[in-house]
């Protein structure tokens, strides 16, 4: 069972970028396609973009498609985002969730999907 723990978020001018981590213990990330998802205030969690466990094939939200570029690193059991061009609809809570995948090309959308999730989280992008 793989636990996930994200950092790297915090309070940014719009414009600016961050890089999210997502850090795996008790598990090899390897096995698992990973997605990223946020939540803001008084919405729901929405999908933001998803890798799959060989990090060859990405996949994401419209809207952060060109600002937003999911990788991962197997040997050192983290996935990343890195969010360029941020903006104030960027704010929310970030999650990152696993999945274990048994196809290398395969990866997941839907919330419901994943089986593990990290704490979160917090980006603010201020204008």
């Known amino acids: 069972q793989v636990q996930l723990v994200e950092s790297g978020g915090g309070l940014v001018q719009a414009g600016d970028s961050l890089r999210l981590s997502c850090a795996a213990s008790k598990g090899d990330l390897g096995s698992y396609a990973m997605g990223w998802f946020r939540q803001a205030p008084g919405k729901e969690r929405e999908f933001v973009g998803a890798?799959?466990?060989?990090?060859?094939?990405?996949y994401y939200l419209d809207s952060v498609k060109g600002r937003f570029t999911i990788s991962r690193d197997n040997a050192k059991n983290t996935v990343y985002v890195q969010m360029n061009g941020l903006k104030p609809e960027d704010t929310a809570v970030y999650y990152c969730?696993?999945?274990?995948?048994?196809?290398?090309?395969?990866?997941?959308?839907?919330?419901?999907?994943?089986?593990?999730w990290g704490q979160g989280t917090q980006v603010t992008v201020s204008s």
């Open positions: 969730a696993g999945k274990i995948a048994y196809s290398g090309i395969t990866y997941y959308t839907r919330r419901s999907s994943y089986n593990y």
């Open positions: 890798i799959d466990r060989s990090g060859n094939r990405t």
